[in-house]
T-cell receptor, first 114, second 113 residues
């Protein structure tokens, strides 16, 4: 079956530090991969996505590359800011009927301190 | 993209009562999804709601506890019935489009006392 395994948190970093949040997946087909972010008190927002192997998704300084050989989609940012403090969810989707079914990781809480 | 609103945004309910959560989308969509996010945990899919047919429930979730309505292509409701403190969660609706992106509502934060 499909599943997503995500690095456990919480993660605490100083401002301008380098961020990596690991994500690996198991899928039966050819999924699309996503990172969602949830800021305190808000719903999930799409941060970035990649729909096929070797694609790189990027947004707001965050990047993740779809690695089929290692079944990974690690999230990176070169210099985090306090405003990046949030919970980050890795997810995959596969086609299910007329839509897609999503599978989420357990989330990684990030706190960036000044 | 899709803009999704949910009502109520939060509620505190007594054990044994029921709460109906509404989800409104600004465009017509085929499939809508209902998730539960328990404190400190990831999202768990409750059911998929298709317009004009019965909702499809995931393992561990049943229609008697979580009845869903989908009267048209822009609206759905989820009812949490006979609530207990274990039902305290954030409930999220979402929609997915054909290019595999999913959009989430802001969530309904439910506390059962």
């Amino acid at each position: 079956g499909n599943s997503v395994t995500q690095m456990e948190g919480p993660v605490t970093l100083s401002e301008e530090a380098f961020l990596t949040i690991n994500c690996t997946y198991t899928a039966t087909g050819y999924p699309s991969l996503f990172w969602y972010v949830q800021y305190p008190g808000e719903g999930l927002q799409l941060l970035l996505k990649a729909t096929k192997a070797d694609d790189k998704g990027s947004n707001k300084g965050f990047e993740a590359t779809y690695r089929k050989e290692t079944t990974s989609f690690h999230l990176e940012k070169g210099s985090v800011q306090v405003s990046d403090s949030a919970v980050y969810f890795c997810a995959l989707s596969e086609s299910k009927g007329a839509g897609n079914q999503f599978y989420f990781g357990t989330g990684t809480s990030l706190t960036v301190i000044p | 993209s899709a803009v999704i609103s949910q009502k109520p945004s939060r509620d505190i309910c007594q054990r044994g009562t029921s709460l109906t959560i509404q989800c409104q989308v600004d465009s017509q969509v085929t499939m809508m999804f209902w998730y539960r996010q328990q404190p400190g945990q990831s999202l768990t899919l409750i059911a998929t709601a298709n317009q004009g047919s019965e909702a499809t429930y995931e393992s561990g979730f049943v229609i008697d506890k979580f009845p869903i309505s989908r009267p048209n292509l822009t609206f759905s409701t989820l009812t949490v019935s006979n609530m207990s403190p274990e039902d305290s969660s954030i409930y999220l609706c979402s929609v997915g489009d054909r290019v595999s992106e999913q959009y989430f509502g802001p969530g309904t934060r439910l506390t059962v006392t």
